[in-house]
């Protein structure tokens, strides 16, 4: 047998019957619905291997969930046999620690104490419920609150900087969706991982995977899930530098918001974060990465504030992606005002002025 040359990485390696490689932890997606829950439990129970901690991101790794959630976007059933019955209260306290723990991740980001919190919430909360008893109702609510936790865990794991842990964990929230037979999960999760794609590096890749939720989801997802997958898909064409692109797909974003704002109808709660306000803050980010400074400060101007209590994380994002806007503008002796930022102990947001139009965006056709 030859010999490897000196420095060069084996990559595979022997495993005892029933192992798997720890590189594989929370990149399977099995066709099947209780091997998939089976495998996400013991997955969750393991992710915080050194290795998964300190690994990269692996866009290789996206290949298998994307082609199976678009092609098969949910599972026929989503009963389970155990000995322990869940019922409604199960779901509705599961709902609500999904709740805070995305007030959580809006208020401090990850890194924090409170933030560690969800991955404790998904090994200690919704594990043991999925190896409960439920019928195929309970568990499509069951499987839909467990990829809402996951997805946010995934958020935690990304601002920390692991990015393969995020990735896993998005992953299995994909997963999960699929097994809850609900679009707008799949649809949401599928953004987020298409976000920290395009943040990753690789915004053609996330193109196509924001473009996928979209289409995937459009005729069954709420008009406020769809507006967020075509805002991602708009920063993605931004890291390109494709002004049309971005532009169309902002103005279907906001298109879309409006129609949620107006006629709100059955909308998933988790999904509230995204407001104009929201959207301005964004179309900061995307003008500023298509190298428009003044288009961005012009949308600056106009967005809604964010209280600091509520949005420490975005507000201070939001701060940094202006901050470089100037510095496009080559305005840096001149301190930049601050309209997206309120004082910790002010009332809150103002409302947006109803009579101020938005601005419109130069890479839009004339």
Avoid at 19 to 27: A, P, Q, S, V, Y
Avoid at 111 to 126: F, H, K
Avoid at 207 to 224: F, K, L, N, S, T
Avoid at 270 to 293: F, K, Q
């Amino acid at each position: 047998m030859a010999r490897q040359p000196p420095g060069c990485r084996q990559h595979h390696q022997v495993l005892r019957p029933g192992t798997r490689k720890t590189d594989d932890i929370g990149l399977g997606f099995p066709r099947n619905t209780h091997t998939a829950v089976h495998n996400a439990a013991r997955d969750w129970s393991t992710v915080h291997r050194r290795n998964l901690l300190t690994g990269a991101f692996a866009l290789g790794a996206h290949t298998t969930p994307l082609t199976r959630w678009l092609a098969i976007p949910a599972d026929p059933n989503a009963a389970h046999t155990g000995n322990r019955r869940v019922g409604r209260r199960d779901l509705d306290a599961l709902w609500e620690v999904a709740a805070h723990a995305q007030r959580l991740d809006s208020r401090y980001g990850g890194g924090t104490r409170e933030a560690s919190q969800v991955d404790r919430i998904l090994r200690e909360r919704a594990i043991p419920l999925l190896h409960g008893g439920y019928t195929y109702a309970v568990g499509r609510e069951l499987y839909a609150g467990t990829a809402e936790l996951a997805r946010v865990a995934g958020w935690s794991a990304l601002d920390m900087g692991h990015h393969a842990l995020a990735q896993r964990h998005f992953i299995q929230a994909l997963r999960m969706a699929r097994a809850a037979d609900s679009r707008n999960v799949g649809c949401h999760v599928l953004t987020n991982l298409a976000l920290q794609t395009t943040l990753r590096g690789y915004p053609d890749a996330a193109v196509d995977m924001a473009q996928g939720a979209y289409d995937r989801a459009r005729h069954r997802a709420a008009p406020r899930v769809l507006a967020f997958a075509r805002l991602i898909e708009a920063r993605a064409h931004a890291r390109l530098g494709d002004r049309r692109s971005a532009a169309a797909a902002l103005t279907d974003s906001e298109r879309l918001l409006e129609r949620a704002d107006t006629a709100p109808g059955n909308e998933p709660s988790w999904i509230g974060y995204y407001t104009p306000a929201r959207m301005s803050a964004d179309a900061v980010e995307i003008h500023r990465d298509l190298n428009l400074p003044d288009a961005a400060l012009r949308w600056n101007a106009q967005a809604t504030p964010m209280s600091t209590s509520d949005y420490a994380r975005s507000v201070g994002l939001r701060m940094t992606v202006l901050a470089t806007a100037h510095l496009q503008r080559r305005r840096t002796a001149r301190a930049p005002t601050w309209p997206c930022w309120t004082a910790p102990n002010s009332a809150g947001p103002s409302p947006r002025t109803p009579a101020t139009p938005r601005p419109r965006s130069p890479c839009t056709n004339r």
